[in-house]
């Protein structure tokens, strides 16, 4: 099976850049999307193949995507941004979705 | 507004069934695959099942396969997840979720939006 590695948490200051990776053998070549959840909240899109930004999500998110890890920097995070984070993919081979382990992202 | 409303989610013993239902509204159901994906209490997300607009194709994780069976109404705009032989395992919050487009294919699909979640317990 296909396996998502995710730093299982993140601190960052406020004002200040987050970095969160996602490790999966040849990575790259697939594309990935990316969740923040809040507690109690369902999960909300933040990022789309690669590095797209949904509508209604700031500038401050962006993403990358090359060789085996993928990268969500959240640039200038704010206390808003507190939340568990998740990239996914599509593993062809065994045509199922997957889900990295998560990252709790804490802005202090 | 596209709005994804489950139902159906209880408390049921080990080795019984129960029969998730999600009501969409706001988008155009027919066109656009619909997946399930679950949460464990405090774990992290699952992807459980998915069944593409005419449902053609229909994916599922190693873990449900043989016990799950996703399937979805168009004239009625509903998805369903009948589970069967439910083990402690499969106790979680399972979400109904839209693919992001209606014409990119599951490679390069993403998921949105959520629904609220319907919450299954097996004990």
């Known amino acids: 099976s296909y396996e998502l590695t995710q730093p299982q948490s993140v601190s960052v200051s406020p004002g200040q850049t987050a970095s969160i990776s996602c490790s999966g053998d040849k990575l790259g070549d697939r594309y990935v999307s990316w969740y923040l959840q809040k507690p109690g909240q369902a999960p909300v899109l933040v990022m789309y193949?690669?590095?797209k930004r949904p509508s209604g999500i700031p500038e401050r998110f962006s993403g990358s995507n090359s060789g085996n890890t993928a990268t969500l920097t959240i640039g200038g995070a704010l206390a808003v941004d507190e939340a568990d984070y998740y990239c996914q993919t599509w593993h062809g081979l065994s045509s199922s979705y997957v889900f990295g382990t998560g990252t709790k992202v804490t802005v202090l | 507004e596209v709005q994804l409303v489950e139902s159906g989610g209880g408390l049921v013993k080990p080795g019984g069934s129960l029969r998730l239902s999600c009501a969409a509204s706001?988008?155009?159901?027919?066109?656009?695959?619909m997946n399930w994906v679950r949460q464990a209490p405090g774990k992290g997300l699952e992807w459980v099942a998915s069944i593409t607009g005419t449902s053609s194709f229909i994916y599922y994780a190693t873990s449900v396969k043989g016990r799950f069976t996703i399937s979805r109404d168009n004239a009625r705009e509903s998805l369903d997840l009948q589970m069967d032989r439910l083990t402690d395992e499969d106790t979680a919050l399972y979400f109904c979720v839209r693919s992001g487009s209606p014409v990119t294919p599951e490679d390069n699909n993403w998921f949105d939006p959520w629904g609220q979640g319907t919450l299954v317990a097996v004990s």
């Open positions: 193949q690669d590095d």
């Open positions: 706001g988008f155009t159901f027919r066109t656009y695959t």
